[in-house]
């Protein structure tokens, strides 16, 4: 299998380096692409010394942006599998081997912190979003999910085609699951644990979790319209 891992990076200069070190680590053959997005610190630097390949982007384009083009650039050099992996070091790569081999079965692979017990514990207000955005995405792909807003991912030659024609740009996560329901994709969760970020904080606190739990309802709601429409 060719497998291209892509972290999408955002002020990420202390962390970055232990993550792509733990993917080499725990599974060497894969390559490896850090989006730079816009990054004020050293993470273009830190990625490269790393040995990772860095595409930098002139502006912050966001998750959406930022994913979308590791998609084009795995569907450019021909990979099989992308990975998405946060730069944030909450991702365990010993997982990641785990992973692939499921995604032999399955179109898309999300890593979930809920499908087993783990010892994952998040705050109260993103365990709430957690819950609240797998019942409206169950609900709109008659599909249980335990873990939508997940970051932890395996998309095969299917996925990365769909994802480079359109790829959600905002919070893209959990609508991205919906629309390749939409498509007709086979998508699966696998038990996956999870650590705290390493460094930095999360850009999102209890105010910008409402809103953006209600800006993400209403894009599902209006976007799945849409995707029936062009079954």
Do not use: W
């Not at 894009?219 to 849409?226: K, V």
């Amino acid at each position: 299998m060719k497998v291209l891992v892509i972290i999408p990076a955002y002020n990420e200069e202390k962390s970055i380096e232990k993550v792509i070190r733990e993917i080499r680590f725990h599974v060497p053959e894969v390559d490896v692409v850090v989006i730079n997005d816009g990054s004020r610190d050293k993470t273009e630097e830190v990625a490269k010394h790393a040995g990772a390949e860095v595409i930098s982007m002139p502006f912050n384009v966001g998750i959406g942006g930022g994913m979308q083009t590791g998609y084009l650039y795995a569907k450019k050099n021909g990979y099989d599998f992308a990975v998405q992996i946060d730069a944030d070091g909450q991702h365990n790569a010993s997982d990641l081997p785990k992973l692939l081999e499921s995604a032999k079965n399955s179109d898309l692979i999300v890593g979930s912190r809920y499908v087993q017990s783990t010892s994952y514990k998040s705050t109260f207000m993103r365990r709430i979003g957690m819950i609240f955005f797998s019942f409206i995405v169950s609900l709109l792909t008659n599909q249980k999910f335990t873990d939508t807003t997940s970051g932890y991912r395996v998309a095969n030659k299917k996925v990365i085609d769909l994802y480079c024609n359109y790829y959600p740009m905002d919070y893209p996560e959990v609508e991205a699951i919906v629309y390749l329901k939409y498509k007709g994709c086979s998508i699966m969760e696998v038990s996956t644990e999870m650590r705290n970020r390493l460094e930095g904080e999360s850009s999102i606190n209890a105010l910008k979790s409402v809103y953006y739990m209600t800006k993400v309802t209403l894009s599902l709601f209006m976007n799945a319209l849409r995707f029936a429409k062009g079954r």
